[in-house]
């Protein structure tokens, strides 16, 4: 009689699944790289220390000296920054929920005409456009801010279209199809697929701002367009040299401030 050959035992099987080596995962990589975080901060702490030094053995006579003392400069670039940060906050309250709106149902027949509007701010220049507001509103801050709305508003407002726009009908209906109503939809699908491409609208439209508002000084806006301006028409080169570079050294932080900004509100999903 032939031996039937015995089954292996249940803990045989067990070490033999406990041996079959498992593939390892990936590493996520890292949001923020530690070259990210450093490399140009110290570019532009570089940069100042240049100046500073510069400025140590400068000749400056009584006329630039009166422009830069007093807080002049500390005056400035507060008021700079203050028009760049209320200018593109109205930018986003206005863009971002306009986009979302042309991009709902019969509205959306309207896209083309918000995206004249807009594309005609843009192009019209700066300086015009601040002119002719100043000529409306007079002299003062609320031009300045006005004009840097309009100027700055096409980024957003196209980005946050597109993105809309570019989402996968198939995911859209799919949450439709799990009993998601169409504010959940658009809450909890489409603005988080569109978040990359708003995000690069922003951050255009903040350095658009901050190079913008040099302009502000035309209408009486302040801004570190008083130093440049100054410098300009008293010839005095220390006096636009500092607001140039300030206002150089202000876009730069701005653009890498919005780029981690970018990186850190991007869905964990959509990273590549």
Request: proline share 6%; net charge positive; glycine share 8%.
């Amino acid at each position: 009689m032939r031996d039937v050959p015995s089954e292996p035992a249940a803990s045989e099987k067990t070490e033999e699944k406990a041996e079959t080596p498992r593939t390892p995962r990936a590493p996520r990589p890292a949001r923020i790289t530690w070259q990210k975080l450093t490399v140009l901060p110290a570019a532009l702490v570089a940069v100042l220390l240049a100046t500073w030094l510069w400025f140590l053995q400068a000749d400056l006579d009584a006329l630039s000296r009166n422009a830069l003392s007093g807080g002049q400069v500390s005056k400035a670039l507060w008021q700079h920054i203050q028009l760049t940060v209320i200018s593109t906050f109205f930018v986003l309250i206005i863009a971002i929920p306009l986009g979302v709106l042309l991009t709902r149902g019969a509205f959306s027949r309207a896209t083309p005409v918000a995206m004249a509007f807009a594309n005609m701010g843009q192009a019209t220049p700066a300086i015009g456009l601040l002119a002719l507001l100043v000529i409306w509103l007079g002299i003062g801050r609320r031009a300045a801010l006005i004009g840097m709305i309009i100027y700055a508003i096409l980024p957003v407002l196209s980005n946050t279209i597109t993105g809309l726009k570019a989402n996968d009908p198939t995911l859209l209906e799919a949450a439709r199809g799990i009993g998601m109503s169409p504010l959940g939809v658009l809450r909890r699908v489409e603005l988080p697929l569109a978040v990359p491409l708003i995000l690069a609208g922003v951050r255009t439209a903040l350095v658009l701002n901050v190079g913008t508002a040099t302009l502000a000084v035309f209408g009486g806006g302040g801004g570190l367009g008083v130093l440049i301006t100054t410098g300009i028409t008293n010839q005095r080169m220390p006096v636009l040299v500092l607001g140039s570079i300030l206002t150089v050294v202000l876009a730069l932080l701005v653009d890498w401030l919005a780029s981690i900004a970018e990186l850190l509100l991007r869905p964990r999903g959509l990273q590549s």
